[in-house]
């Protein structure tokens, strides 16, 4: 697993895969399941309570001009983004788990998102380069 630290922080998550997992036991579950799977446990991360929120900063505060400048943009510009923003904030909040994998190739992206669909995992996400995709149905992970 990845450590909360400042040299792995990434204001933005290219090339990874984001959800909400209800809670840190399922989360830990889904982690097994994607290692099991392939991925790597060191590209895969778990967020969660006030480390998890002061790590991902979905508020930009904790990280430096460059993160401010991005929240901001991604509050203003990005209606949607903003909205998933604040969707984090509030499951970490509510004791939910953050569960980012890095995601290279297309059926690396799809298969993070059948495991974590599985797991009844929420707001699942692709972060591709200037781009986002909703991977949070089968349908939209066939695309």
Not at 23 to 29: C, L, P
Not at 50 to 55: C, I, M, P, S
Request: hydrophobic share 35%; aromatic share 8%.
């Amino acid at each position: 697993m990845l450590a909360h630290t400042k040299q792995n922080f990434e204001t933005y998550p290219t090339n990874r895969v984001v959800a909400i997992v209800d809670s840190k036991m399922e989360a830990d579950e889904v982690c097994c399941e994607l290692m099991n799977a392939g991925f790597d446990g060191a590209d895969i991360d778990e967020a969660v309570g006030k480390e998890g929120l002061q790590f991902l900063d979905p508020d930009g505060q904790n990280h430096g001009l460059i993160t401010k400048i991005i929240r901001k943009w991604q509050f203003i510009a990005q209606g949607e983004e903003s909205k998933y923003l604040k969707r984090v904030k509030k499951g970490l909040i509510e004791g939910h788990t953050i569960v980012s994998i890095s995601a290279l190739t297309d059926s690396a992206r799809s298969k993070a998102a059948e495991i974590l669909r599985s797991h009844h995992a929420k707001s699942i996400r692709y972060y591709g380069h200037f781009y986002v995709e909703n991977l949070d149905n089968s349908a939209n992970s066939a695309a």
